[in-house]
């Protein structure tokens, strides 16, 4: 089992500046490295003030600087907001950058509010077709000289300047949520990543079925892909049995929070967004505390050893801890620090 930090600068009201939150993101990602962790994701969204990252790539190419070890991941770039000779090329550099740790996640995106203002309109849902085509024209233009005629892209013969340290290919991730998105990264040959939000552990269950299916299905893809599950994270002391509440009250704003931007139906003042109120969620439990306390990775030590076990069990690969909750940067760096002094030697 490896364990990756997904991680974003988060800003719910105006008191901390971006600098600082630079500066905290930069300080949880020292800590995941010195604590083993193989991986930092940073992902992109725009507008947002509650998700900040319009492009991943400086963010990871100064994280390159000043880690030595721990890979960088782009974990998500957006398809559609991305032609391929742009991915292609931003991904090799930061691979170039910092000798050759660079990862990248794709995905078709989520947010309609983002795809209003990032292209043209066009439906989130079609974001798909993007992705598609997206993934095969990287890895071409990795590997020399390609012109590419295709549904939305069209250019003639290029390629990726500069190109990348890793050859073949680095490695490529695809967000999966759907049997036919699992097959397409199977086939693909990328690895997959997936996240249950807030379904308990039969989700993450129902997932690796749908992964397992799509490899089964391939056996032509000579190199098994990796399954990361990404899940909220927070750990707390055993001396605290009431330590898994501002958490999940935390997370829980979050979710709601996000549901504000998902449904897009109010303009946002100056990137902030109110969550949803919770009488919205009266009858949806899922979105509960308590609820949260047992379906997001949030515990003792032990009792987040006991559950991480099961999923490397099923075949889950990477397990990463997603810092993103609205909780303070001091309350972030104590669960991460446990985590790396009590969770992460029970997998050594």
């Not at 109010?266 to 949803?276: A, Q, R």
């Amino acid at each position: 089992m490896k364990f990756s930090l997904f991680v974003h600068m988060e800003r719910w009201d105006e008191e901390v500046s971006h600098r600082e939150l630079f500066e905290n993101l930069t300080e949880l990602t020292l800590l995941a490295e010195s604590g083993g962790f193989s991986t930092v994701w940073v992902g992109e969204h725009h507008s947002m003030e509650y998700t900040i990252s319009p492009n991943p790539m400086p963010i990871l190419a100064y994280l390159a600087a000043r880690t030595t070890t721990i890979r960088l991941g782009a974990g998500t770039i957006i398809a559609p907001f991305w032609n391929p000779i742009r991915a292609a090329g931003e991904c090799a550099l930061l691979d170039v950058i910092s000798n050759g740790r660079m990862e990248v996640g794709l995905a078709r995106g989520a947010y309609q509010f983002e795809f209003d203002r990032m292209a043209g309109g066009l439906p989130a849902t079609d974001g798909g077709k993007h992705l598609r085509e997206l993934v095969p024209a990287v890895r071409a233009l990795w590997q020399g000289d390609y012109a590419h005629d295709g549904e939305i892209w069209q250019f003639p013969t290029s390629t990726s300047v500069p190109k990348p340290v890793q050859q073949p290919t680095p490695p490529m991730w695809i967000a999966a949520r759907d049997p036919a998105s699992h097959d397409f990264a199977v086939e693909q040959g990328c690895n997959v990543m997936v996240t249950p939000l807030m379904k308990g552990d039969e989700e993450v269950e129902d997932l690796v079925g749908k992964f397992e299916t799509a490899i089964a299905a391939h056996p032509e893809v000579e190199q098994r892909p990796q399954l990361m599950v990404l899940r909220h994270t927070h750990v707390h002391a055993e001396s605290d049995p009431e330590g898994w509440r501002p958490a999940a009250e935390a997370v829980n704003r979050f979710y709601r929070t996000f549901d504000a931007w998902f449904a897009n139906l109010t303009t946002p003042v100056d990137g902030f967004l109110e969550p949803s109120p919770e009488s919205k969620f009266a009858e949806r439990p899922e979105f509960s505390p308590e609820s949260l306390h047992r379906t997001a990775m949030i515990g003792t030590p032990d009792e987040v050893i006991t559950r991480i076990k099961h999923y490397e069990s099923l075949g889950v690969d990477e397990f990463s801890f997603w810092i993103d909750n609205g909780l303070s940067h001091e309350e972030k760096r104590a669960s991460l620090q446990l985590f790396v002094d009590h969770v992460v030697p029970a997998f050594s």
